[in-house]
T-cell receptor, first 118, second 113 residues
């Protein structure tokens, strides 16, 4: 149990276009999902906390107009990279915490999305 | 704010031997959770082991065990009988009661045949 599916696994887009990445909890409800960015051989950097039914909370230095987050339901959060540029190329990972219970503080990760902007 | 420090960027170990990865953290919270995650080349984050801060007993999962020293804010991971499949990047993570994670910079572990 506790599977998080992230789609797409990889995407190549042209500079100036927007890209949407989906994060779904398949067998549990998640009131909170997190979006991370990871550069090669580096740690996961938290970008924002996605809360179902309310606005996302962004970490310092993350442009909220650039990285739009929508948490429309208890099983789906989306990250849209708007007007993508080559410097946005990175590996993006989402995680979801089950709502309540003993595993509420355990993060389950999606497979990640490799974004390349050309 | 929480910080997590992994002071060993890279480590290597011979197959079947034991290796310990270090992790220290800093927090003002009293109740929190600590994790070790493994990230193989596929980049999928895999949970290795979990420790609740309120539990004094060190967590163990088969060949993986931790040495949790709450007063020293230390949380090291011991891998016994290392296997080639253990080769990966390992991240120590602190998760607050609110579910927010803070990761260390990672340790790249190579198991040599």
């Amino acid at each position: 149990g506790a599977v998080v599916s992230q789609h797409p696994s990889w995407v190549i887009c042209k500079s100036g276009t927007s890209v949407k990445i989906e994060c779904r909890s398949l067998d549990f409800q998640a009131t909170t999902m997190f979006w991370y960015r990871q550069f090669p051989k580096q740690s996961l950097m938290l970008m924002a906390t996605s809360n179902e039914g309310s606005k996302a909370t962004y970490e310092q230095g993350v442009e909220k107009d650039k990285f739009l987050i929508n948490h429309a339901s208890l099983t789906l959060s989306t990250l849209t990279v708007t007007s993508a540029h080559p410097e946005d190329s990175s590996f993006y990972i989402c995680s979801a915490n089950p709502a309540g219970g003993t595993r509420a503080t355990e993060a389950f990760f999606g497979q990640g999305t490799r974004l390349t902007v050309v | 704010a929480q910080t997590v420090t992994q002071s060993q960027p890279e480590m290597s170990v011979q197959e079947a031997e034991t290796v310990t990865l270090s992790c220290t953290y800093d927090t003002s919270e009293s109740n929190y959770y600590l994790f070790w995650y493994k990230q193989p080349p596929s980049r999928q984050m895999i949970l290795v082991i979990r420790q609740e801060a309120y539990k004094q007993q060190n967590a163990t999962e088969n060949r993986f065990s931790v040495n949790f020293q709450k007063a020293a804010k230390s949380f090291s991971l011991k891998i016994s009988d290392s296997q080639l499949g253990d080769t990966a990047m390992y991240f120590c993570a602190f998760i607050s009661n609110a579910g927010k994670s803070t990761f260390g910079d990672g340790t790249t572990l190579t198991v040599k045949p």
